[in-house]
């Protein structure tokens, strides 16, 4: 009997710099000022940090938005990632059914999806499901997401559970990219980003390179 593996599992299901795509959905001021799952300033950091992960590692990263006219700007510190990126504008509610974000994620060739977005009921569980039923393997960043409620947010994550997308947090995809911290190239920015936006551990690890740099007490 021929072996099945399983793509959720494995180390082929880990996601690397070479094999998916970011894709953030809607972080405006309409879509924070109804945000109720999750403290706002908490989902900000944690977007913010998420793009500066995927920028660190080279991943191709798309910024999207809903009506901006009246639903406002893409946040300004996200916007600020990726200076020269033009969020591109949707009349969809459902991301995936803009044939330029699907045309974009195409192009890259990559089969992989990592997608935020407010709201996650909505704005993130649509695309997902959609995505996922055209052949995409589609991871979603719970914490870098937010609903109008914390059960439209757990049940949107059930959801999309159920249909086959896989949660993550935002610390688990940078994590995730680096693997090995042989790979030196990367550890200055990865580290960049745990300072900025990873509290206790961004403390921790200042702390620890301040240790290290310390001048040396001769104990003559």
């Not at 693997?179 to 900025?196: E, F, I, K, S």
């Amino acid at each position: 009997m021929e072996n099945q593996r399983n793509p959720k599992a494995g180390l082929q299901a880990m996601l690397t710099p070479d094999n998916c795509v970011l894709v953030l959905i809607d972080h405006q001021p309409f879509q924070f000022a109804g945000l109720r799952s999750h403290d706002t300033q908490t989902v900000i950091n944690n977007v913010v940090g998420l793009a500066k992960s995927a920028k660190a590692f080279d991943v191709p990263t798309l910024f999207t938005t809903v009506v901006q006219e009246k639903g406002g700007l893409l946040l300004k510190q996200l916007q600020d990632v990726f200076p020269d990126q033009k969020p591109i504008d949707r009349t969809f509610i459902n991301t995936w059914q803009d044939e330029r974000v699907v045309a974009w994620v195409r192009k890259t060739e990559r089969k992989k999806i990592v997608m935020a977005a407010l709201w996650t009921e909505i704005c993130l569980a649509f695309p997902v499901i959609q995505a996922l039923g055209e052949g995409y393997e589609v991871y979603f960043v719970t914490d870098a997401s937010g609903g109008v409620s914390l059960e439209a947010h757990e049940m949107a994550v059930q959801r999309m559970v159920q249909a086959g997308g896989v949660p993550l947090t935002w610390t688990v995809f940078a994590a995730e990219l680096q693997r090995d911290w042989a790979r030196t190239r990367t550890v200055p920015a990865y580290a960049a980003m745990l300072l900025d936006h990873m509290g206790n551990v961004g403390t921790s690890l200042m702390w620890e390179q301040q240790l290290l740099n310390a001048p040396r007490v001769n104990p003559s």
